[in-house]
Structure formats: structure tokens, C-alpha cells
């Protein structure tokens, strides 16, 4: 240390201000998301022939386009095939490049929404939660909708329409949501929100995690892009 130059100790100590600023930054993130597994990475991600992940998909959503310009994308595959662990992995990623993220299974949501509108808290959740860069709706379609959730969930899609990032994970078809959804009216509203532009990776066979629980000799991981 004593061998570099001023300017060269000064650009040393920037650069060490930064990075602690922008791990500070991504704490700040990842703690709100509340996202299922934390640690997934799309680094860490299996994407060999077979899986039904392509490499190319994953390395362009990685450039975080598909939020700035509110589009969706749709994870569907069969139980254990990796879905929520592939959405945590993209949440994982948004927020280590500054985005905001929130994770809500969907199982779940009709008590959640019930608690908000019984406390008065159920317009303020929402202003927060559209102004969230990334929402990840695991599990979508596991249980029916009542007539109160679905006119929230709604609100909730209509509030990110071509401005926010939403993930969908599930094992329904996308041609049986409609019946799902229940009253017309608003399946026409939200799927035409939903699904105006699209993203849809169809994983297949085990969980998607390669790497460290894995043997490397035969497997394709994602080099993430460095994005500013």
C-alpha cells in the first residue's frame, strides 16, 4: 500500500467505498423481497439440454428489459421441477442490480388481503406494492379465488401493466387460466394484462440448482451479464 501513489491509494479507497455501498444496497433489497431461497442464483442455475431452460432466455432477462417495460414471465413446469427456486433466482438478480422485489404465494394471499382490508391497511399495501420494480406470484392457480381476491389480485396486475415486472409460477396451463380465474369479466381484464408480453421457460425434470450440490463435469451454468 505504501508503494502506490496518492492518486493510487485514493482510487483504491473509492473503489472500496463503492463496492460497501452497494452491498449495503443490496441488503437493503434482498431483506424486503422476502423471496423463498435467498441464495439462488442464475449463476448457479442448470441449464443442460433436457431442462427446458435455454441459456440465451436467461442471460437476456438478466438485463432487466422485461421490468422497465412491465412484461411478464410465466414459469411453468410440474411440482419439483425448480419454478419458485428459477423465480428466486431472477428475483435474487434484480435486486443485486437495484431493483425492488416482493415475493407472495398465492396460496396464501386471500388471508393476507383479508387481514390488510380488516386492519384499514389495504390501499397503502397497494400504492407500496406498484411501485415494486419485480412481484414474483408463486404457486398461481394451487387454490380457488374468492370474489374478493380475485378483484384484488386485479388491482394488483392492473397497477403494474406495462410499468412493472411480474413472475407467475405454476403448473396450469396458461389455456385453463381463464376458467381459474372464474368471473369473465375479469379474466378477460387480467390476462389481457398478464399476458400482452410474455416470457415463458418450461422447466423439466429435477430442481434447476447445479453447481455445489452437484458434480461440475456435465453441467451448463449461466454466466450472468454485467449490467449497470
Known amino acids: 500500500m505504501s508503494a502506490l501513489s496518492f492518486e493510487e491509494r485514493l482510487a483504491m479507497l473509492v473503489d472500496r467505498e463503492v463496492a460497501s455501498r452497494d452491498d449495503r444496497r443490496r441488503t437493503r433489497l434482498l431483506s424486503p423481497a422476502r423471496l423463498k431461497y435467498p441464495q439462488a442464483t442464475i449463476e448457479d442455475m442448470d441449464t ?22 412491465g412484461h411478464t ?18 428475483g435474487q438478480y434484480a435486486c443485486r442490480h437495484g431493483h425492488s422485489v416482493s415475493y407472495l404465494r398465492t396460496p396464501r394471499l386471500a388471508e393476507e388481503l383479508r387481514v390488510l382490508h380488516g386492519s384499514g391497511g389495504f390501499g397503502k399495501w397497494l400504492i407500496q406494492l406498484a411501485k415494486t420494480d419485480v412481484l414474483i406470484l408463486d404457486d398461481w392457480a394451487v387454490a380457488a379465488l374468492d370474489a374478493g381476491t380475485r378483484a384484488d389480485l386485479l388491482e394488483i396486475i392492473d397497477d ?34 398478464l399476458l400482452q408480453r410474455t416470457h415463458r421457460i418450461t422447466p423439466k425434470g429435477e430442481s434447476l440448482r447445479s453447481s455445489k450440490q452437484k458434480s461440475s463435469g456435465d453441467q451448463e451454468a449461466v454466466q450472468a451479464p454485467q449490467v449497470q
Open 48 to 69: 443442460r439440454a433436457g431442462r427446458g431452460v435455454d441459456r440465451g432466455q436467461i442471460t437476456s432477462l438478466a438485463l432487466g428489459d422485461w421490468i422497465k417495460t
Open 73 to 90: 414471465v410465466i414459469i411453468n413446469g410440474a411440482t419439483g421441477s425448480g419454478k419458485t427456486w428459477l423465480a428466486c433466482a431472477l
Open 160 to 193: 403494474r401493466a406495462a410499468t412493472r415486472g411480474t413472475i407467475i409460477t405454476i403448473q396450469l396451463p396458461v389455456e385453463h387460466w381463464h376458467s381459474w380465474i372464474g368471473d369473465a369479466t375479469i379474466a378477460d381484464a387480467m390476462l389481457d394484462r
